[in-house]
């Protein structure tokens, strides 16, 4: 039998990292436990010295956490990775684990709202100088990296205003630089953009987004070479309990068999809503990878196999006209949440980015005018039904 590597990934989505018990069940089973037993004292010592492969405790290492681990490093092409309870710890830990005080840190300055805390607020208090940029300009990266660095943060596409980084080209420079690269993949998914194939070192995945895909469940992952995982990350991960519940990795492990019907529909009724949107009258600007307005439309055909189902828009007259279209909608809900089948829209500025400073949302060009949408598995024609209707209300004829 070819070994899962070789799969196709919607084989890969369906059967990687199955681990079957003795009652041959079909379904990846549900192991809802904490410890596990030993035959004898002795078998007890050889697990706690490492010497037995077998679980101990389900803070590091559970069957149902490790089908869903295997899978997700299959879809991904890592060697490893590890299920953690939310995407934010997924992504601190990735950071935590290998940071000391004295070490420097660069970022892409467009990120999620939780991670801007943990550079600017977090990091800082222990002795960690941390860096935010201008991640859309290469000379930004080439002028901050021409000194030594720990690490290099990013996200791409970035939330909410889409914004990209050249993950090859800064990867290739943090590397000069002597960092790891850790891509924040959530935006594009396994589905569209491979970090790791680009030169990036770790990808972090918020599991609660498009991975589970149907909004029910927190969690997040983290997937690199076998090396960093087993004796950087696994240590820290074991110490101090970023673990994913059992019961998340089983609803995740399920979800991802789906993932790439889901992914490819939510993009592809994104894109026809992107071309639409911009030729609408109440719109000032879409942005969106796949749309050539988009200022890095090149870089996203270069680096992502398809754009994905987020939709920055910016409606003309600002945060009231904003909050009529998100107040005149009927089908699609307001939520700050994403990635979910329903289709979900927000006024940024107000909500997930509103811990920023003026100044800090100017130099990201989230405006009051900008909504993010993120599109779901609706048809089109009543996505856009009720999106029409709702811009209609602020166009003054
Ligand atoms: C949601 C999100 C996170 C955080 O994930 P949680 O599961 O909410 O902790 C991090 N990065 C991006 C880009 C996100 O959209």
Redesign the pocket.
């Known amino acids: 039998m070819a070994s899962s590597k070789d799969w196709h990934s919607d084989t890969k989505q369906v059967r990687a990292g199955l681990a079957r018990t003795e009652n041959r069940e079909t379904s990846e089973a549900l192991f809802l436990n904490s410890g596990y037993v030993y035959d004898s004292a002795e078998q007890a010592a050889a697990a706690f010295k490492g010497e037995v492969d077998n679980f101990i405790y389900s803070r590091y290492g559970n069957p149902t956490l490790q089908m869903a681990e295997e899978r997700l490093a299959t879809i991904e092409g890592a060697e490893a990775c590890r299920v953690c309870s ?3 710890a997924a ?1 601190f830990a990735s950071m935590a684990c290998q940071l000391e005080a004295g070490d420097r840190v660069v970022a892409s300055q467009a990120l ?1 709202g ?2 801007h805390a943990i550079l600017t607020k977090i990091l800082p208090r222990w002795g960690i100088q941390t860096e935010l940029i201008d991640g859309t300009d290469i000379t930004a990266w080439q002028a901050a990296l021409a000194k030594p660095a720990k690490l290099v943060f990013m ?1 791409s596409p970035s ?1 909410p205003v889409l914004q990209l980084v050249d993950i090859a080209a800064v990867s290739a420079l943090a590397h000069k630089a002597g960092a790891k690269v850790i891509v ?1 993949n ?2 594009a998914t396994p589905i569209h953009q491979s970090p790791l194939k680009l030169g990036a070192d770790i990808v972090t995945y ?1 599991t ?2 498009h991975l589970d895909g149907q909004g029910r469940l ?3 992952a983290v997937l690199a070479d076998k090396a960093f995982i087993e004796e950087v990350f696994q240590p820290f991960y074991r110490q101090t309990g970023a673990s994913m519940s059992a019961f998340n990795a089983w609803v995740l492990v399920k979800s991802l068999k789906t993932l790439r019907l889901r992914i490819e529909a939510m993009s592809a009724t994104a894109a026809r809503i992107a071309e639409k949107l911009a030729e609408h009258k109440a719109i000032e600007a879409v942005l969106y990878p796949g749309h050539k307005t988009h200022p890095q439309h090149k870089l996203a055909k270069a680096q992502m196999s398809g754009f994905g189902s987020l939709i920055a828009l910016k409606v003309k007259g600002g945060r009231a006209a904003a909050f009529t279209v998100l107040d005149s909608l009927n089908l699609i809900d307001i939520s700050n949440n ?1 990635g979910d089948a329903k289709s979900l829209a927000c006024h940024p500025a107000s909500t997930t980015h509103a811990n920023l400073s003026d100044s800090e949302r100017l130099a990201l060009s989230i405006s009051e005018s900008h909504l993010r949408l993120s599109v779901g598995l609706e048809h089109y024609d009543d996505l856009w039904r009720d999106l029409c209707q709702a811009l209609d209300k602020i166009v003054s004829d």
């Open positions: 939310t995407g934010m992504i999620f939780a991670c996200e939330n924040d959530v935006f918020s609660t987004k927190l969690g997040g994403l």
